[in-house]
């Protein structure tokens, strides 16, 4: 009996280092395809005409700010445990999300403020062209329509 | 070197190559950031509702950061509720001005 408890200890050490691999490789993956362009961040902060959107310029850098100082704040906890979440934390992180919410509520109910949608090709281009009605093919009856 | 620690200095070093990487990017333009101070379908006019939501974002992330360098319990600092008043407010004029713009341009339609 005496032999379980370093066993299980050793498993979940085991375990821990697993992990941190997996995280690591992870971090990296990500971190070379962003650099290598197989994951394209050109749009981060872009609106939905393609113009860059302030509000999502400002949750981005509270996201960072809040979670570098979680992570930070760690470091210099000895007890081990995490720190708790201040509610005034939440609440800026809240206005923040809404600010973001609204403004791309605002954006998306203009269909005139809508601008192009890259398609692939990365850029953000002008205004297209208005399709006229007579280049659209009619879409085909549902079988059982009524006309 | 303990498994917590290994994974603590793995989300660190994550976020900073992470940040680093997005204002690199901004700064080369990779990150399309053309019009972040500019008015919705007004070329080159600077918007004070963005202007202003800028310097509230700089200020309050300045504040929250000098509290934290500075915390020496482990404690996540608070926010001042008249730092959220006042970004509450900066927030809604961002907002009102983006509604008036868009509300403009549909009547001028």
Request: net charge positive; glycine share 10%.
């Amino acid at each position: 009996m005496g032999v379980t408890p370093t066993v299980s200890s050793y498993v979940m050490s085991l375990c821990g280092y697993i992990f941190c691999i997996f995280f690591g490789a992870l971090a990296a993956t990500i971190l070379i395809w962003i650099w290598r362009g197989k994951i394209t961040l050109d749009a981060l902060i872009n609106e939905a005409n393609g113009q860059a959107s302030m509000s999502r310029f400002q949750l981005l850098i509270f996201t960072f700010v809040i979670a570098v100082s979680f992570f930070e704040l760690v470091e210099k906890r000895t007890d081990g445990i995490l720190p708790d979440i201040p509610q005034g934390v939440l609440t800026l992180l809240g206005i923040s999300a809404s600010t973001y919410a609204v403004g791309k509520g605002i954006s998306y109910s203009q269909p005139s403020l809508l601008g192009p949608q890259p398609t692939g090709g990365g850029g953000t281009g002008g205004p297209q062209p208005p399709v006229p009605p007579s280049a659209v093919p009619p879409a085909p009856a549902a079988p059982g329509a009524v006309d | 070197m303990t498994v917590t620690r290994l994974l603590h200095l793995e989300v660190l070093a994550l976020l900073y190559a992470l940040a680093a990487t997005i204002f690199f990017q901004i700064l080369t333009r990779r990150i399309q950031s053309a019009g972040l101070l500019s008015q919705s379908g007004a070329a080159g006019e600077v918007s004070p509702g963005r202007v202003q939501l800028l310097l509230a974002t700089i200020a309050m992330s300045a504040t929250y950061l000098t509290q934290v360098a500075n915390a020496t319990n482990g404690k996540m600092p608070d926010v001042n509720v008249n730092w959220l008043y006042l970004f509450g407010g900066s927030g809604s004029i961002y907002a009102l001005e983006k509604a008036w713009v868009a509300w403009n341009q549909r009547k001028n339609r």
